[in-house]
């Protein structure tokens, strides 16, 4: 995964089963066993997302453990939509610390990662020692289901709806145009304009011409670019198809986060603060960075400084 463009040293992966699946898992600071971190990374994405993180994780003193989660990458992409729900990705994330030996750690996760690892510090409050999230605060549970309120509020192409109403269709156009769609997706400094109508991850992938800025180089895009060629986006979209089954799935939960945890928000990320994150998370920090969405690519030093500073507090 390196070029003469990329200098990162970017780890070989490993294939590990876990859960029923095969999670293709990247480490760094294997030496530091004993202080595990756990990086979880959104869509459409891939471990290599982390790739600024790892390092100075690593030297930080923390054993750090980044899997393509399941749909992703090489890992096992079960046919199953109900395989990708926060049951069984939570469960993913138990077995992984079970196969090294771990009791707990501590998770961190971005944009669909994010409500991942609220979902497994709900789940399994036991397994978690610390969360850091990026992007997607806490999302309250309310009294209906998560899609059916986008669809009322929304409408129909929004593009959560749009994956959970009119399946295969967005996946289909994502495949034929993966190189333009991730291209058009990873950008900074995105100019605000006027929505177009219909879908915006299908308007996305059809796009001509890209806005703003690139967010990293062609060498970095081209892990993202043959990661999803290689698999596809079905897998990774059935994570949404499972959001109003994961409503279900947390109706009996305690909602309360009682970990320390660290938001990080970027203060361009068109993803809204959630103004009451203390009522659900009462030991939270929150660190806002000049950037958009991809908090972690787009201000790599800055997230690092951010999380390295919280994790050392007595």
Known sequence: MTSPKNPIDFPEPTLIPVNGVELEVFEAGQHNAGRPIVLCHGWPEHAFSWRHQMPALAAAGYHVIVPNQRGYGNSSRPADVTAYDIEHLSGDLVALLDHYGYEDATFVGHDWGAMVVWGLTLLHPHRVNKVINLSLPYQERGERPWIEVMEEFLGGDFYFVHFNRQPGVADAVLDENTFRFLRNMYRKNVP??????????????????????????????????????????????NWYRNLDRNWRLLA?????????????????????????????????????????HWIQQEQPEETNQAMLRWLAKP
Do not use: K
């Not at 800025?213 to 060498?219: C, G, K, R, T, Y």
């Not at 986060?257 to 990320?269: F, K, S, T, V, W």
């Open 252 to 292: 009996d939960v305690d909602p309360i986060i009682h970990q320390p945890a660290l938001m990080i928000y970027g203060e361009r990320d068109a993803i809204q603060r959630f103004e009451r994150l203390p009522d659900f998370v009462p030991d939270v920090d929150v660190v806002s960075l000049d950037c958009g």
């Open 192 to 237: 605000l304009t006027v929505p177009e109508p219909g879908m915006v991850m299908v308007n996305l992938a059809n796009a001509e011409a890209p806005l703003g800025e690139p967010l990293m180089s062609d060498s970095e895009l081209a892990v993202f670019v043959s990661a999803f060629e290689s698999s596809g986006f079905t897998g990774s979209i």
